[in-house]
């Protein structure tokens, strides 16, 4: 843990946020699926591999790596992959991130900056010292201004992952 830790923390100089999320590659684009633990990120995101196939792809199941770049944010793939251990080295531009809910039907929306940040911010890494807290919550500001947040609340199926990409694909 230490070492991630220290890396966390290095990355934040490098324009880098570590994030608890499940991302899946589609389509040569990056989504990202998060919430608090226990939410199903993990089986949510095993829905779009059920629905899409080999077309889908996972970039990282747990923590991957967000670089903000000039033309957009990217997320990485790293070995701090999950219980799961579902990783893979590539680096996609993020089409944009969904904050999970569980429910009976699958709906999706589009959550405005001041909805998202508090989730976004908590799923973030939490940085100790008062320059790296900064770091990351201007970094959150930025990837809030750069990219659309959805909420998705929805059940355990493949319908979920459907509803969930045509919803993010508008």
Known sequence: MAVYRAFCEKALCCDVLFF????????????????PSGIGKSTHARMWREAFGKEAVMINDDKP??????????????????????????RLKVKAICILEQAAENEIEKVSFSEAHDVILEQSFHACCWEHKQAVKQMVSLLLNRL????LKCNISTQAAWTAYWGMEK
């Open 65 to 90: 790596l967000l670089r903000f770049w000039p033309d957009g944010v990217y997320a990485y793939g790293t070995p701090w992959d999950g219980k799961h251990h579902l990783n893979t080295d590539i």
């Open 20 to 35: 608890h999320a499940s991302a899946v590659a589609l389509d040569g684009e990056a989504y990202l699926f998060t919430g």
């Open 148 to 151: 659309s947040v959805y909420r």
